[in-house]
């Protein structure tokens, strides 16, 4: 192997029978503190940056194109073994990746039809030198992730590719595996309704693409199978049983991961451990979380119980434990535990609070179904734990169902960093750079687009209520739909995407509503919605990744026009939704129309001074505008603030736990 090079991580041996790195120690920040160090270093002795390496490498891939471009088959061929030969002997050597890119880029556009630009050069070159790649919306991800994981198979590595939902998992694979036939690999495919042996089978090819979820939680699934996965030969021995496929492991390892979408699934999604459960019994659970719903609805605000709507938590007050203590008195044995039954209230206080349908969660088929804030999309099969859930269904006069049994979980902090070689994509990540780096060990390379954007901002509206924004978006929307541009309106709820359709409706506007209700018809609904004069109303749209290809005369119109209805509580979601519009050079119109009793501002410890702005918009709005629209920044900074805390201590607490359970293994 040779030696470390400035553009690529070490490469570890990828033969071990089920390789993954060892949880990082307390003392991580020392490894952080040696690789600040060692990049101060650099640029201190004036070495080059990775970006003038990683270019030089763009320009040295293309020099083999006019090579490659008259070729035969038969050529093609005769180089693409040199260059297996080479990446084999050589892992991820910059010699290699340059030889290996250059076939990539040929056999895509033979196969594809489509030919990467230097930008995506580029960006595959920083994926197989394990950093975190930022692309603009629309720059081209799919076919990048498809050039790095073609390198990684060609190399013998096998590869996770990571996206956000089955349908985009299912696109991909059928684009990548049109590449990948040119050389003889297989493409595999993890989607929901897989069985085992699919997915086993599936995850024997080189190159598979899957969700988050289904590849965690069929880690999980392997590490139910061998609770000895810190002993190699308890995975060994499961490996090699040909007798019992049941006890075979799912995965081949952790080896290589490439992860779309990365700032939604490493950090987004972070503050939630990944839980694999089955169904236990009842346990009295139903008669649990409805008395608990009872007592919490009897309980008076300020005297027994205080809401801290910042951070989203009730807590008991001394009084508040004594009504509790007498109510559970006259249920006789149902609340006898002290400890039981203030979690309990204290949980049901949270779901009367913080928890409403149309926001949280919806009730679909009788069901109570959990809503991704960030996506916008229903979590299938996930629940709430500690009784949460069963509130939730007697809270919405549901029969309560039976608690999950916990068998394995883990965080995807720690999930990610087992992986050998880590790298990711997304279109907004300068946010979390500084978090993405010190969780992960992954350092951001931001690449530019390949056309110069033409994305415009309309005037900023802020209205003083719901009612006036509604009436705002609708007068929006009926302007440009009768210039024949394309509008797409962004909502955080399903509640509002609701009331926003029916606010354009009444004025008899023809509208497409996308939401965790209609999500079924997702790719259909956001493919229509670039069609001159189409109105789409959608709930957060990060990481839908459906492409909105502008309808015939639609860019001579001036592009397709988004419209954010209310502040995220990351930017970056606000980010995500203006990259809609104006990609690759298209035109394009942003438009901002929040009012002043939206949810953000709402939570936030600026509410107190929301009601003055209310009124100086309401009296004069020309003055108003800027100053109250301040609110929403501070507003959002407290809410990234907050998240961000619960992102850490989620590490923290993961780190003290691995070092408690250290002498039984890893903690899942």
């Known amino acids: 192997m040779p030696r470390a090079h400035p553009l690529r991580p070490v490469v570890p041996a990828w033969d071990d029978t089920y390789p993954e790195m060892a949880d990082p120690r307390g003392d991580d920040w020392a ?21 003038a390496q990683a270019k030089r490498c763009v320009r040295r891939i293309d020099r083999w194109k006019g090579a490659l471009r008259t070729a035969d088959d038969a050529g093609i061929g005769e180089r693409l073994e040199a260059v297996r030969r080479r990446l084999r002997r050589e892992a991820f050597s910059d010699r290699a990746i340059i030889e290996g890119l250059a076939v990539a880029r040929e056999l895509a556009r033979r196969s594809t039809g489509l030919e990467a630009y230097p930008n995506q050069l580029l960006a ?67 989607t929901e309704k897989m069985d085992e042996d699919a997915r086993r089978a599936a995850y024997r090819a080189p190159i598979v693409y899957g969700t988050n979820k289904q590849i965690v939680f069929d ?123 203030e979690e309990l209230v204290t949980q049901a206080l949270y779901a009367l609070h913080f928890l409403r349908p149309g926001h ?80 992960y060990r992954m350092p951001i390379m931001a690449v530019p687009p390949r056309l110069r954007s033409r994305r415009k901002y309309g005037r900023l509206f802020v209205a003083p209520d719901q009612a006036a924004k509604i009436a705002r978006v609708v007068a929006r929307v009926r302007h440009h739909r009768d210039a024949g541009r394309p509008v797409l309106v962004g909502t955080r709820t399903v509640q509002a995407s609701q009331q926003i359709a029916v606010g354009l409706q009444e004025q008899g506007i023809e509208v497409s509503v996308l939401n965790a209700l209609q999500h079924d018809l997702e790719a259909e609904v956001v493919g229509r919605a670039g069609q001159s004069g189409r109105v789409t109303v959608a709930t957060n749209l990060a990481g839908r990744g459906t492409d909105i290809a502008l309808g015939p005369g639609v860019a001579a119109a001036g592009g397709l026009v988004v419209i954010l209805t209310e502040r995220h509580d990351a930017g970056r979601i606000d980010r995500q939704l203006y990259g809609r519009c104006a990609r690759q050079g298209d035109p394009g119109v942003v438009e901002i129309i929040v009012a002043m009793d939206d949810d953000l501002v709402v939570r936030s410890s600026w509410r107190h001074v929301a009601p003055i702005s209310r009124w100086l918009v309401r009296t004069a709005p020309w003055v108003a505008t800027l100053p109250s629209y301040a609110i929403f920044g501070r507003a959002q900074k407290e809410q990234e603030s907050l998240h961000a805390r619960l992102r850490a201590e989620s590490v923290r607490a993961d780190r003290r736990l691995a070092e408690l359970l250290a002498f039984a293994g890893p903690p899942e």
């Open 360 to 439: 949280e969660y919806v009730v679909d088929g009788g069901k109570v179904c959990i809503v991704d804030e960030y996506t916008g999309r229903i979590m299938q099969d996930r629940t709430w734990s500690s009784g949460l859930h069963q509130i939730i269904e007697v809270k919405e006069g549901l029969k309560p169902t039976p608690e999950n049994e916990t068998l394995a979980q883990i965080t995807y902090q720690r999930f990610f960093r087992r992986y050998r070689h880590l790298s990711g994509m997304t279109g907004t990540a300068r946010e979390v750079a500084g978090e993405l780096r010190a969780v």
């Open 124 to 190: 595959a070159v920083a994926l197989l030198s394990g950093r975190l790649v930022e692309m603009e919306t629309g720059e081209g991800k799919s076919l990048t992730a498809a050039l790095a994981a073609f390198v990684a198979g060609l190399a013998g590595v096998p590869v996770h590719v990571f996206t956000v939902n089955d349908y985009l998992a299912e696109r991909d694979a059928a684009f990548a595996s049109k590449l990948a036939a040119m050389a003889g690999l297989e493409v595999g495919i993890i």
């Open 219 to 341: 880690y999980l699934r392997d590490v139910v199978r061998s609770r000895t996965s810190i002993n190699r030969i308890g995975r060994a021995a499961a490996l090699f049983d040909q007798d019992s496929g049941a006890r075979q492991p799912l995965l081949r390892g952790l080896h290589m991961a490439i992860v779309d979408e990365a700032d939604s699934i490493l950090v987004d999604e972070a503050r939630t451990p990944l839980v694999l459960s089955r169904q236990g019994n009842d346990g009295g659970q139903a008669a649990l979380a409805t008395a608990a719903v009872e007592i919490a609805s009897g309980l008076v605000a300020q005297r027994d119980y205080l809401i801290y709507g910042l951070e989203r938590r009730c807590r008991l007050t001394e009084a508040g434990v004594d009504t509790v203590a007498r109510q559970a008195e006259m249920r006789g044995a149902l609340l006898a535990g002290r400890r039981r039954r």
């Open 31 to 51: 490894a952080s503190t040696v690789d600040v160090a060692h990049r101060i270093w650099d640029r201190a002795v004036g070495g080059p940056s990775f970006r």
